[in-house]
């Protein structure tokens, strides 16, 4: 009975002093202030803001979708981000696979993160995806996950998928 005062004050404290361990409220901490002294550069190039307006607009569109079927193979906002049929074809039965291999539950993911948008050099850039989803296995509850990388190219002015080889 005499540890619930001390239990109290203890809350009362670190509430009153933003401790770190309090595990409600607050705002995350943001992290140190970027320095552009350090050769930080802001990415103001409208070719930039393009590939990230782009690349999220499709990696929404493909979010809690099942990648294995007619709806979403013959989706024509799909297609517009690939160059040809053929590599709009190739991309699609790689992912498809990856989420087979994977064992998601129906081809489904439930989540689809983007880890990290990468500028690779003038005109070609990565998306690093991570891609969870039920477990399709029998006795398994737990869920699964996909990490995939993405190759993206400007070309004519333009963003673009370009599958890998198969």
Request: charged share 30%.
């Amino acid at each position: 009975m005499r540890a619930a005062p001390l239990v109290l004050l203890a809350g009362a404290l670190c509430l009153s002093g933003g401790c770190a361990l309090w595990p409600f409220g607050g705002g995350r901490d943001p992290g140190p202030a970027a320095d552009p002294r350090y050769g930080l550069e802001v990415a103001d190039d409208a070719a930039v803001v393009q590939f990230y307006e782009r690349a999220q607009a499709f990696y929404e569109r493909f979010a809690l979708r099942r990648v294995n079927t007619l709806a979403t193979y013959r989706d024509e906002v799909l297609r517009d981000y690939f160059r040809s049929e053929g590599a709009f074809s190739d991309y699609y039965a790689d992912l498809a696979q990856d989420l087979a291999d994977a064992h998601f539950e129906r081809n489904r993911p439930l989540r689809l993160e983007v880890v990290e948008f990468r500028l690779r050099g003038p005109g070609e850039a990565e998306v690093e995806t991570r891609i969870v989803g039920d477990n399709g296995l029998p006795l398994r509850w737990w869920s699964t996950g996909l990490e995939r990388t993405d190759r993206w190219e400007r070309i004519q002015g333009q963003w673009w998928i370009v599958p890998g080889k198969l």
